[in-house]
């Protein structure tokens, strides 16, 4: 593996204290926090930055790591530490960031000795969890209403004691019915696997007996695809309704689509453009109710008129009186 | 088929993301999430988008190396912003049907 200079990584001396170490994180990590910065490789350098200061700021992990540095080193097959050199395992210090964030490098080396979870029973074994993994899954507004089995695809890091290997996954998700935009759902232990034979929510992590590993979660973002007729107000659907002149003068019955099949509406004579309509129960799903499609009508007019339409137009001006822009003449 | 859930409990949320029952109290009292239901700390249960939000403001609080007050502000902004931004996709996408 590739040795990590720590020190370049958050441009401070090999001498520098510590204030000016947590001085130099500080800076670094405003500028290149991934929910501060958008570039691209903004959050590889964030996670880069904090790994380096994981081990910086912490003095037994800072003396371990400056005689690495000083007494390893760097052959073509990578880094190589020091004849005889064994890391203390443990440093007692948590770790504030996940492990599984950092590079192979911080994980050999420096990841162990994590506070368990909250477990002060000592007869009780050690937990730790795997590395949870979030994706996004789009889905059609018409498997929102009726629920949907949704086959996942992904990969997910393991990091197997030396080195950080790509696993894909695979499995059939069934997404509830009346799932909303944004929604997060929660699938117990098919994030990345805890170390050791695989298949188990609960195994032993093998290097110590009094600690367990626990497979990480995956969690779901829903979003849901944008639809070429509706649109998402929460669990109602809007919809635009476009017009002829003559049929909002008029009045007319349309047949208007609906996530579940067509039904048939009824416009009011003189419906002005914007007037919305609302047909109840067409439409979301949410857990306890269900929302309504809103149509909301356009009115639009002939892309182009022959002579005879344009003559009709001309009547129709002659005799009416109308005029929208009454209010200009104050 | 898997086994999937919309909320979790609070020691779920400890272990989920490694983090300590205090912190979460933290961002509990100022006010950045609030429990679905669970009068008594043993008893709180989370949404997943709360859950989201808690990591969120932790790693932040963490990360940043910034006080709770401060914490509880950039989340507060984060999600304004991340709301705004949706409804301003949302209104583009309504004006130009209706254009």
């Known amino acids: ?330 | 088929m898997t086994n999937i859930t919309l909320h979790m409990d609070l020691d779920e949320l400890c272990l989920s993301a490694d983090i300590s029952q205090e912190a979460i109290i933290e961002v509990v009292e100022y006010g950045i999430v609030t429990p679905l239901e669970g009068d008594t700390l043993s008893e709180w249960v989370f949404d997943l988008e709360s859950a989201h939000w808690i990591k969120k403001a932790i790693k932040l609080n963490q990360q940043l190396q910034i006080d709770w007050v401060a914490t509880a502000m950039v989340i507060e902004l984060m999600r304004n912003k991340q709301q705004l931004e949706k409804e301003n996709n949302q209104l583009k996408i309504r004006l130009n049907r209706l254009l």
């Open chain 1, 1 to 330: 593996m590739e040795f990590k200079d720590y020190y370049q990584t958050l441009g401070v001396d090999e001498k520098a204290e510590l204030k000016e170490i947590k001085k130099a994180y500080r800076r670094l990590a405003l500028k290149f926090h991934p929910d501060m910065n958008a570039e691209a490789g903004a959050e590889e350098r964030f996670k880069q930055v904090a790994e380096a200061y994981e081990v910086l700021k912490d003095d037994a992990k800072r003396a371990e790591y400056d005689e690495m540095k000083r007494y390893g080193s760097s052959s073509k097959q990578g880094f190589e530490t020091p004849p005889g050199w064994q890391s203390s395992g443990g440093f007692g210090a948590k770790s504030s960031d996940s492990s599984g964030d950092f590079s192979d490098f911080f994980n050999s080396f420096f990841a162990g000795g994590k506070e368990s979870y909250r477990n002060t029973d000592k007869q009780e074994p050690d937990l730790f969890k795997s590395q949870d993994f979030e994706m996004e899954v789009p889905i059609f507004l018409e498997e929102s209403l009726s629920g949907v089995t949704k086959s996942l695809e992904y990969v997910v890091p393991v990091f197997d004691g030396r080195q950080t290997q790509q696993v894909k996954k695979s499995l059939k998700v069934k997404i509830p019915q009346g799932i909303v935009d944004g929604e997060r759902i929660r699938v117990k232990g098919q994030g990345a696997p805890g170390q050791g034979a695989p298949g188990q929510s609960l195994r032993s992590s093998g290097a110590n007996d009094s600690q367990k590993t626990l497979d990480g979660d995956l969690f779901l973002h829903i979003r849901l695809v944008p639809h070429p007729l509706f649109d998402v107000q929460g669990i109602n659907l809007l919809l635009t309704v476009p017009l002829t002149p003559w049929e909002a003068v008029l009045g007319t019955k349309l047949e208007v689509p609906t996530l579940d099949g067509k039904i048939n509406l009824n416009i009011p004579p003189n419906s002005r453009s914007g007037k919305k309509l609302r047909i109840k129960g067409k439409g979301l799903k949410s857990k306890t109710t269900q929302g309504d499609l809103l149509a909301t009508l356009k009115i639009d007019i002939p892309p182009s008129t022959t002579s005879e339409t344009k003559r009709l137009w001309e009547q129709l001006a002659e005799v009416e009186q109308y005029t929208p822009r009454a209010d200009w003449s104050n």
